[in-house]
């Protein structure tokens, strides 16, 4: 069982929760680990105060970029499924080259007219994605 924390802990809070999180992969047997991503994905959405955590996959061969893991709070849209190269072009081509994207959805670049209307369609207002 992964520990609730309480929105934006001290580092070492957010600390001891990532370790908690790898020792529960440490236990699991073969095949358990989507519960306990999808749980520590909660455990995020919580810690950092946010709507949702997701991971992504970029599929080396073909390119596509495809959601593996989600978690969200009650009442938001369903995360976009399938490739995100057809549905959000732009976000998918960041995702697939490494870099960054932590903008307001208001901060969009003109090439991601896609994305903009996804963002108003769904009410998001702002994105943080990460590579791992």
Request: aromatic share 8%; net charge negative.
């Amino acid at each position: 069982m992964l520990p609730r924390m309480p929105p934006f802990p001290p580092p070492q809070a957010f600390e001891d929760y990532l370790e908690a999180v790898s020792a529960a992969f440490s236990r699991l047997p073969l095949g358990g680990a989507d519960g306990i991503v999808e749980r520590g994905l909660a455990g995020l959405v919580e810690i950092l105060g946010v709507d949702r955590a997701s991971f992504f996959q970029v599929d080396a061969a073909s390119g596509a970029v495809r959601l593996t893991h989600t978690w969200a709070r009650i009442g938001l849209p369903l995360a976009p499924t399938g490739d995100l190269r057809s549905r959000l072009p732009w976000y998918a081509n960041e995702i697939r080259e490494g870099r960054d994207v932590v903008l307001r959805t208001a901060d969009l670049p003109p090439a991601a007219r896609a994305e903009r209307t996804y963002a108003l369609a769904t009410g998001f207002e702002a994105i943080a994605t990460l590579p791992l």
